[in-house]
């Protein structure tokens, strides 16, 4: 079945790098985009980027522009998104999810904690 | 970036009932709306995409409407595995964006 596996926890200081990954299995990668969504503790969803793994072609949110990167490697089906400049305020789960019509398939989730 | 507000935030209701949540647009966005419900510490769920079309296995109790800059989820006879958190989302431009969701909770 199509699915989407993220890496796990982390746990970060301020102004560190995280990099969150997102195996996909079940359909072929390359056709559709793959998605970044995060969730703080008891708030809303926010969208952060995406990327086409075909072409590599992205595209991020204006907030996040310049501390996130979307990357893909085809050969292994995943799809990573780094973070960098953490602050505290970047403690969420982040989710990776396809872009089939709409986000149709989404990752379980990685919680990302920063803190001193 | 286009903002999405919906309404109401909270929506207290009981088995049976048809509930509706608007989502309302800053600009015009055609038919890019998709819905999800989200149920605490799960990832959310595609419900509705391109404003009416129904997912693929969702129940026939969920249906979208509207085009432009309003639109609007219909629950019909709310069961209670339906007592969660929805969200609209706007896929219109290169930069998507959510509304704040509207938490259904039982009466």
């Known amino acids: 079945q199509v699915q989407l596996v993220q890496s796990g926890a982390e746990v970060k200081k301020p102004g560190a790098s995280v990099k969150v990954s997102c195996k996909a299995s079940g359909y072929t990668f390359t056709n559709f985009d793959i998605n970044w969504v995060r969730q703080a503790t008891g708030q809303g969803l926010e969208w952060m980027g995406w990327m086409n793994p075909r072409d590599g072609d992205t595209g991020y949110a204006q907030k996040f522009q310049g501390r996130v990167t979307i990357t893909s490697n085809s050969s292994i089906s995943t799809a990573y998104m780094e973070l960098s400049g953490l602050r505290s305020d970047d403690t969420a789960v982040y989710y990776c999810?396809?872009?089939?019509?709409?986000?149709?398939?989404w990752g379980p989730g990685t919680m990302v904690t920063v803190s001193s | 970036d286009i903002q999405l507000t919906q309404s109401p935030s909270t929506l207290s209701a009981s088995v049976g009932d048809t509930v509706t949540i608007s989502c309302r647009a800053s600009q015009s966005i055609s038919i890019w709306v998709a819905w999800f419900q989200q149920k605490p510490g799960k990832a959310p769920n595609l419900l509705i995409y391109?404003?009416?079309s129904l997912q693929s296995g969702v129940p026939s109790r969920f249906s979208g409407s509207g085009s432009g800059t309003e639109f609007t989820l219909t629950i019909s006879s709310l069961q209670p595995d339906d007592f969660a958190t929805y969200y609209c989302?706007?896929?219109?431009?290169?930069?998507?964006?959510f509304g704040q969701g509207t938490k259904v909770e039982i009466k």
């Open positions: 989302q706007q896929y219109n431009s290169y930069s998507q964006t």
């Open positions: 999810a396809r872009d089939r019509d709409a986000l149709d398939v």
């Open positions: 391109q404003a009416s």
